[in-house]
């Protein structure tokens, strides 16, 4: 099994963190493939140190950043990482027909053999509707919907490109990095949803399905439903941390982030990570500053009910008088 990520040093203890997950549910060997510009001898030796009891081996492909534009967009959740994977047609080894991209920002619940191993039937990329089904046009922006007006008006389905099984062969005799800059440039770097908008974009007339539900399920929008940590660890593949991460602080955590920390427990990083959580959980102030949003909209709403009454007051005993 071909499984290729992309990340930066201090990604590494989550994608080690995916990796392990991996490991432990899957019964194939496993070659990972990482794409980085900065992973040094050092990380690499650490990386598969982390995954020594598994049969997952992990080989660098080194990504040349200069390749990239200082045009791009690029965030604290979109890293500049996000684009590498445009480059994977290039820097994969001619050997390999398919393989399967994996956000560093999940866990591998359940054997991914059969994804891995689906027929591609002509398809190009094989993926999961975007927020776990939740993509109706209107909930993305204006340019997003400019750009996909005919894919849309065709049914089209936006992907998440978090998950993505790649028919590899296919794309080689038709595709290379230089499709996807030229993709960028007719976007005018506008995309609001970095490399994710371009490889929908480029790929989107030969794109098939699979279950979200169990193959990229966004823990937040599980929780939303009101699905809980036991339903998700039964059921679920692929659970995907988009958007708020279960390490960080700076937001709102649910049940189902144990599942996350199961598999952390498993890595050399658990304890370093456990520090850092509690450090960070002890200057946040997150739920206070919520909290104290609240008790301002309650006063404010006191106030002006306040007033409401006093007018009404006001016009009672002004008919009483009458």
């Known amino acids: 099994m071909n499984i290729i990520t992309a990340l930066n040093r201090k990604y590494i203890p989550y994608t080690v963190t995916m990796l392990v997950s991996l490991g432990i549910n899957e019964n194939e060997h496993v070659d990972a493939y990482l794409l980085n510009s900065e992973l040094t001898n050092k990380d690499m030796e650490e990386i598969r140190n982390a995954l020594s009891e598994y049969d997952v081996e992990a080989h660098s492909l080194s990504v040349d950043r200069k390749k990239f534009s200082d045009r791009l967009p690029y965030n604290s959740q979109w890293s500049i990482e996000t684009y590498y994977r445009l480059m994977m047609l290039e820097l994969l080894p001619q050997t390999i027909d398919r393989i399967l991209y994996l956000d560093g920002d999940m866990v591998i619940n359940k054997s991914l053999s059969d994804l891995y191993h689906a027929e591609f039937e002509g398809a190009e990329i094989i993926a999961c509707d975007d927020k776990s089904g939740l993509n109706t046009p209107d909930s993305y922006g204006p340019k997003h919907n400019e ?176």
């Open 147 to 322: 750009m996909f007006r005919e894919a849309y008006a065709q049914g089209y389905r936006y992907f998440n490109a978090g998950v993505m099984l790649l028919n590899i062969k296919e794309m080689r005799k038709k595709y290379s990095f230089q499709t996807y800059l030229d993709a960028i440039d007719a976007w005018d770097y506008k995309m609001e949803a970095p490399d994710q908008d371009i490889l929908n974009w480029v790929h989107w007339k030969k794109v098939a399905y699979v279950d979200c539900m169990v193959y990229d399920l966004f823990a937040r929008v599980a929780h939303n439903a009101q699905i809980t940590y036991e339903e998700v660890k039964e059921e679920t593949a692929i659970i995907h941390f988009a958007g708020a991460k279960p390490w960080d602080n700076g937001n709102f955590h649910f049940d189902i982030e144990r599942l996350w920390w199961d598999y952390a427990k498993r890595t050399p990083f658990y304890d370093s990570l456990l520090v850092e959580f509690k450090d960070s959980a002890l200057r946040d102030k997150t739920v206070e500053e919520y909290i104290k949003g609240l008790a301002d909209a309650v006063s404010g709403q006191q106030k002006t009910l306040g007033k409401i009454m006093d007018k009404i007051n006001g016009l009672t005993g002004f008919v009483e008088d009458k």
